[in-house]
């Protein structure tokens, strides 16, 4: 056979990275790039119409950039009369064509297409280097080594490990400021005056590379979830740099006392909006850390902010790849409290009489983006509560957010969010009633149900749900240490309250069945 090109370096659409492993030793005499848009990568789940547009932009100006240097590009856009349609069927093409010796990829972030383009690589007779992703911190073998043996695995203590290991907010041996963690200065609301004037995000007006990609998007899937009108992510690395300095000039500062904070209609608040460009490797952590670092020690931005941050990057995001990669394929099954529910339909459409839902989920249409308490207890705990089937969680979760990409996204709404890995990574389920949505926003105050009650006409149904919740779910949730104090309030209420209260659930679930 004879070869045409050397290595064939396969360029996925999450791993838009000039450093990426993949492309250390290319060589633009003997190599090729290869990318491809194809349906099925927007169709397995119906991927919204924002997180398409951001994937297949942001592979066009790759492809341009990588271009530009005079690297040779075989790039297959969706609108290609030739398009196969699947990465496989793609691949298989490339492969007839241009006869590698090899194919050379870093690892994907996603099981389902390492294994379709491994097997392609396998019936093809070629040889499949598949390298490391040096992106991460942490290996998955470092992982595995780590979760040996472990029934369950803590986030704070990997995440200290981690911090040891790269001496990050480091002082020889102990932390800077003498802890860990600053979670307890973490939890501060808005208070009844709300958030005053905000920093304005930091959003571009889309290009004609971007425009046209958003032409094809709104026809090719037009029946697809969301909105392009309000479109503005980074595409560019340059772009990412961008977002990446405005947030920690402008929103880091405050980012840590309201992370966990929520106001009616605003969307963005002092969230950094950089996760989407780390998923797509426009950024990499360890820049992103470092500039929060640098922040702290420049004073710029205080302790507990900068730790809050850190800790989301370097403890959260490699911990639940860690759980992704040593869990699959048997996670995507999951569902520990056996929850059998159809997801409601108003998750597509935002059309609901819940105040914070309607805005969660309305923003989510609108943005492709909503913060991680709008996702962990608005959207996320409405769904547990609900008793909704994980896996309609996980594929809900997957299709409308643009910085997800499944080993980040299903771990954090599998395990964290729907408790569906039976405390692998939860210490317990996150069950609230409506009270904690009103301690942290003012959704409540606009809204008809009345956080406080369970039962009757203004109940909330988060609130009547979460009562629900727990008497199903009693004699399980019982081993559960963590548990206790919920169960002990539970067991205050009378059995004909509980009767009352397992009615009302019947009827509201009854009611989002129709």
Not at 376 to 387: K, N, Q
Not at 495 to 500: V, Y
């Amino acid at each position: 056979m004879h070869h045409e090109t050397r290595n064939l370096v396969l360029v996925l659409g999450d791993q838009l990275d000039e450093q990426s492993s993949a492309l250390t030793d290319f060589d633009p005499q003997s190599d090729r790039i290869w990318m491809a848009e194809v349906d099925a990568e927007s169709t397995h789940v119906p991927s919204s119409k924002q997180r398409t547009t951001l994937f297949l932009s942001a592979m066009r100006h790759f492809a341009e950039r990588l271009r530009d240097k005079g690297w040779p590009v075989v790039y297959r856009s969706l609108d290609d009369e030739q398009n196969a349609g699947s990465l496989a069927e793609e691949l298989a093409l490339a492969i007839r064509q241009y006869r590698p010796s090899q194919l050379v990829m870093t690892a994907p972030g996603d099981w389902r297409v390492w294994q379709q383009l491994r097997a392609t690589a396998a019936q093809h007779g070629v040889p499949f280097d598949i390298r490391d992703d040096d992106h991460f911190y942490c290996t998955v073998r470092e992982f595995k080594a780590h979760a040996e043996g472990k029934k369950q695995i803590r986030l704070e203590y990997f995440y200290r490990e981690l911090r040891r290991k790269h001496q990050i907010l480091m002082d020889g041996k102990l932390p800077i400021g003498g802890q860990w963690n600053f979670d307890a200065d973490n939890r501060g609301s808005f208070g009844k005056a709300g958030p005053g004037a905000l920093p304005a995000p930091t959003r571009f007006e889309p290009d004609a590379t971007t425009l046209a990609v958003m032409a094809l998007v709104n026809q090719r899937f037009a029946q697809h979830p969301g909105s392009l009108e309000h479109f503005g992510w980074p595409v560019t690395r340059d772009q990412a740099l961008q977002v990446l300095a405005d947030f920690v000039q402008y929103r880091l500062p405050h980012f840590g006392q309201y992370q966990d904070a929520m106001w009616e209609g605003e969307v963005w608040l002092y969230h950094s909006h950089v996760s989407s460009s780390l998923n797509l490797k426009l950024l990499r952590p360890r820049e992103v850390i470092a500039a929060a670092e640098t922040a702290y020690h420049q004073g710029l931005a205080p302790l507990p902010a900068v730790e809050g941050f850190v800790r989301q990057v370097l403890g959260w995001r490699e911990y639940v790849r860690g759980i992704y990669w040593t869990e699959m394929p048997g996670y995507l099954e999951q569902n520990a409290m056996q929850a059998q529910a159809d997801l409601p339909g108003f998750f597509w459409t935002a059309d609901t009489d819940m105040a914070c839902l309607r805005d969660a989920i309305g923003q989510t249409l609108k943005q492709g983006y909503a913060h991680h308490i709008q996702r962990l207890m608005v959207t996320g705990l409405y769904a547990l509560l609900f008793g909704v089937h994980p896996k309609q969680v996980h594929e809900w979760y997957l299709s409308v957010y643009v910085d997800a990409v499944e080993w980040v996204e299903l771990p954090n709404t599998l395990g964290m969010s729907q408790f569906a890995d039976g405390g692998l990574m939860a210490s317990k389920p996150y069950v609230a009633s409506g009270k904690y949505i009103d301690r942290m926003s003012n959704h409540c105050k606009g809204c008809r149900y009345n956080p406080a009650v369970a039962t009757g006409a203004t109940a909330c149904p988060f609130t009547t749900l979460y009562w629900d919740y727990l008497s199903q779910h009693a004699d399980t949730l019982a081993k559960n240490p963590r548990m206790l104090m919920q169960l002990k309030n539970l067991n205050r209420l009378s059995a004909s309250q509980r009767a009352d209260i397992a009615q009302q659930a019947q009827v509201h679930r009854a009611s989002m069945a129709v």
